[in-house]
């Protein structure tokens, strides 16, 4: 057996490895890290690169560092956060600050002087995942004001339970690929299913299998209808019709369509009747018996500038074919998106489609590469994180809102709630100067705590606004284990290459640090992070058999590879419950699906109507602000890392230009403006300014331009404009404004601006290079 965590034994070998974008193998050649897709993997991602790549980058953290203002004057010195100077210090030094520190604030303060949400994807592998790590952690010590929800699809997590029972039951347990490869005669996504976000999976995806699958639904005869700005979202093999509405109108165009099923007699009254609560309310409001104006194809093609026939035929094709309807999560990153996913739920109710395989509501198909597929019979264990004995929370997205107001009142999803007054932020494997909104006002609110902890492998952007920054080892420098609740196998993360510097893993980090504080015996459970791997697998192993199945040994698996899981079909609480609607009536109020929610209405938010209601976006072409900044930019997930991650990787690179981001928009938008591809330009609003490069093309629709999230925040004085990102982070244009008060979810993906041409001088991209020499 190969020792857990012995790089030495694993040096002259291509040992097993995964990642959320990919399994692999790898081996060191000296110092050096070689890898190479694993054999697991039909259609690898390039992704992989950033690995090989980056594990001996400079930009690594190679030994812990305090911010000198901290070191000298503590959190008098808390202005400086972000432009201050760093000092490298032993480990016990930092350990004995930190543990000082934590010491002063749960006596002062008790936990909820500490936010510990630690939001971020850090890096797959069971045991060492960041999140959990810190959060057992700090339940150790008392507990910590922790965040709900996610960046991802936060809006749907928060309305879905309302109307339609669960979250899971239109994300997770939706048709299995195989479904909609033998029902489905009509794909409409909005949206669409890219693939770039299908090679993702949280925890580790060993295979890519997504192209295949969509090809085979072209194979069979499938119809895909593309609704979005941007041409990539779903495959151009399929050949699907791409219809491209205003950004931020797909509501009014989901509506139009609706109002159309009613013209042409396509709904399933039986369906509506049965199943859904309110579907007489809404019908009045697509008459305009409510308002005054009826919603039919005339009216959504004002709004979202579609052909009025092409609504027309578009619903009449609904109508009468197997029609399977998507809204990928991005749908619901924009200011009121709590709507986009509950209209496209209703459109599938009104044809009769939910709850017969291949039709129905599929929210985030493609969205991440577990949705669609079967699920672990046995799934694996997480590591457990303890009991947080601290009652608060905060929606994740209003972190800035909370260090800004401490003590005032927000609402979310019926409550009244207060901003506790966090003295410490302790961050482990997420970089909230990545995926949060308007930087510049983030950077304002990370100034108002005493102390910013940050474990990191590599120098963000969040780790330069730290206080202490501990280094941390990448997933190649540890052993684990990887498994997805929805991936096919389940993967040893065989450790590949020394730990870089003088990183350490986040267990031993806070094992170190629990012992300064008394704590250690709660949080190592007495396990070194070896005997922990070993023993998660064997409590697995206990609950196969369990079930009456086996698997290998310890040893066996981890000197065999990956092991094939027991899937089975995920449950469908929809199918169940169209089944027998008395039986397995939904969790809702009405225990129904809701088109009209009651409890919502009770809430009564102005920002989150009872049902789905047309509101113009304050980010769209179609309003005032369009005057002023005239591009409608896509701020979406990247093609060439995952998120932030390893930004200054060889794949990450590669999809740069000049070193920069690309921005992409359309000749007619390039052509005014005298911009040809490849120029330097200037994206702005009124929140701030970044630099890209410009690519045109025509695979954006007009008006619209797109510049992916992930270039690390790169904040430099340009010479006229004050402080830009010079690197092409979206989030300094971004709002920083929750979804609605049902959800107070992220609003990242859409924002208007203004693109120009830069011939000034712009100083290098730094943010790639440690801060101290
Ligand atoms: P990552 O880049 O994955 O971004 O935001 P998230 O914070 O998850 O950050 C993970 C960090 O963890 C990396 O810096 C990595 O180095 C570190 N890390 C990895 N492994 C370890 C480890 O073992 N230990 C430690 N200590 N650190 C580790 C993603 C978020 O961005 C998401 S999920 C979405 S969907 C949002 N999308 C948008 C959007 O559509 N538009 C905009 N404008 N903004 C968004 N932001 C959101």
Not at 227 to 233: F, K, N, Q, W
């Amino acid at each position: 057996m190969t020792a857990v965590g012995d790089a030495a034994s694993t040096a002259d070998r291509w040992g097993h490895h995964t990642s959320h974008f990919g399994s692999f193998r790898g081996r060191a050649d000296g110092d050096r890290l070689q890898v190479r897709p694993h054999e697991c993997d039909p259609e690898p991602y390039d992704l992989i690169d950033n690995i090989a790549s980056g594990v001996r980058h400079e930009a690594r953290v190679t030994r812990p560092h305090v911010r000198r203002g901290w070191l000298e004057r503590g959190a008098q010195s808390k202005d400086l956060r972000g432009r201050d100077e760093f000092v490298a210090v032993d480990w016990d030094v930092a350990l004995d600050l930190l543990a000082g520190e934590l010491r002063r604030v749960y006596g002062e303060f008790g936990a909820a002087g500490v936010f510990g949400g630690s939001y971020g994807w850090s890096s797959a592998g069971r045991f060492h995942h960041a999140q959990t790590q810190v959060h057992r952690f700090l339940n150790s010590l008392g507990g910590y004001v922790r965040s709900v929800n996610t960046y991802s699809s936060g809006a749907s997590e928060v309305l879905m339970p309302h109307v339609a029972g669960s979250h899971d039951a239109v994300i997770k347990q939706i048709n299995s690929w195989e479904d909609l490869a033998e029902h489905t005669e009509l794909l409409v996504s909005f949206g669409g299913v890219a693939s770039k976000n299908g090679a993702v999976n949280p925890g580790g995806i060993t295979s890519h299998v997504q192209n295949g699958w969509l090809r085979k639904m072209a194979s069979n005869g499938c119809r895909f209808v593309l609704v979005g700005p941007l041409r990539d979202d779903l495959l151009d093999e399929i050949e699907a019709d791409w219809l491209t509405p205003l950004p931020g109108s797909d509501l009014a165009l989901m509506i139009g369509l609706a109002g159309e099923l009613v013209l042409q007699d396509l709904v399933d009254r039986d369906f509506v009747d049965r199943y859904c609560s309110g579907f007489a309310e809404f019908e009045d409001y697509l008459s305009g018996s409510t308002d005054g104006t009826a919603k039919d194809a005339r009216w959504a093609s004002k709004i979202c500038r579609i052909e009025e026939s092409d609504i027309r035929s578009l619903a009449h094709a609904m109508g009468t074919s197997a029609t399977m309807i998507t809204c990928s999560y991005s749908l619901q990153r924009i200011r009121h998106g709590e709507q986009m996913p509950w209209m496209a739920l209703i459109l599938a109710a009104m044809t009769g489609g939910i709850g017969r395989p291949g039709r129905g509501y599929a929210h985030g198909l493609g969205a991440m590469g577990g949705n669609g597929k079967r699920e672990a019979v046995v799934p694996f264990p997480s590591f457990p994180q303890g009991v947080n004995e601290c009652s608060d929370f905060i929606p994740v997205a209003r972190i800035a809102d909370m260090l800004l107001a401490p003590g005032a009142d927000y609402e979310y999803n019926g409550e009244v709630r207060t901003y506790p007054d966090v003295k410490l932020v302790y961050w482990a494997g997420g970089n909230p100067f990545h995926h949060h909104q308007n930087l510049f006002r983030l950077q304002e609110a990370f100034r108002k705590p005493d102390t910013v902890v940050v474990h990191e492998s590599a120098w963000t952007s969040t780790a330069r606004h730290a206080d202490i920054v501990l280094p941390a080892t990448m997933s190649v420098e540890r052993s684990d284990i990887g498994a997805a609740r929805n991936d096919s196998h389940l993967m040893p993360m065989q450790q590949l290459i020394a730990p870089y510097g003088e990183a350490r893993d986040d267990f031993d980090i806070f094992a170190d640090l629990a012992g300064r504080l008394g704590t250690a015996a709660t949080y190592t459970g007495g396990r070194t992070s070896d005997e922990w791997v070993r023993a998660m697998y064997e409590h697995w192993l206990g609950r196969m058999s369990d079930a009456d199945m086996t698997a290998p040994d310890f040893e066996s698996f981890w000197q065999d590879g990956p092991f094939e899981m027991v899937l089975r079909p995920i449950r469908r609480t929809l199918e169940e419950f169209v089944s027998d609607p008395v039986a397995n009536k939904l969790n809702t109020r009405s225990g129904k699906i809701e088109i009209v929610s009651e409890v919502i209405r009770e809430f009564d938010y102005d920002d989150c109507p009872p049902h789905p209601t047309w509101t113009a976006p304050v980010e769209w072409l179609g309003g005032r602000r369009a005057e002023s900044f005239p591009i409608h930019l896509i701020a979406n997930q990247p093609d060439g890392k995952l998120h932030s991650q390893l930004d200054f990787g060889s794949a990450s690179t590669r999809h740069k230009r000049n070193g920069r981001e690309v921005v992409r928009m359309h000749p007619a938008d390039a052509a005014p403006r005298s911009l040809a591809d490849g120029d330097l330009v200037r994206v702005w609003n009124d929140r701030g300014s970044c630099f890209a490069t410009v690519e045109v093309t025509e695979r954006v629709m007009r008006s619209v331009a797109r510049l992916p999230t992930g270039a690390w925040f790169d904040p430099q004085v340009v010479g006229g404009l004050g402080t830009v990102c010079v690197h092409g982070n979206p989030n300094v244009l971004t709002a920083d404004t929750g979804t609605s008060r049902l959800a107070q979810a992220c609003t990242g993906q859409h924002v208007l601006v203004e693109i120009t041409k830069w011939e000034d001088p712009v100083p290098p991209v730094q943010v790639h290079r440690p801060p101290t020499p």
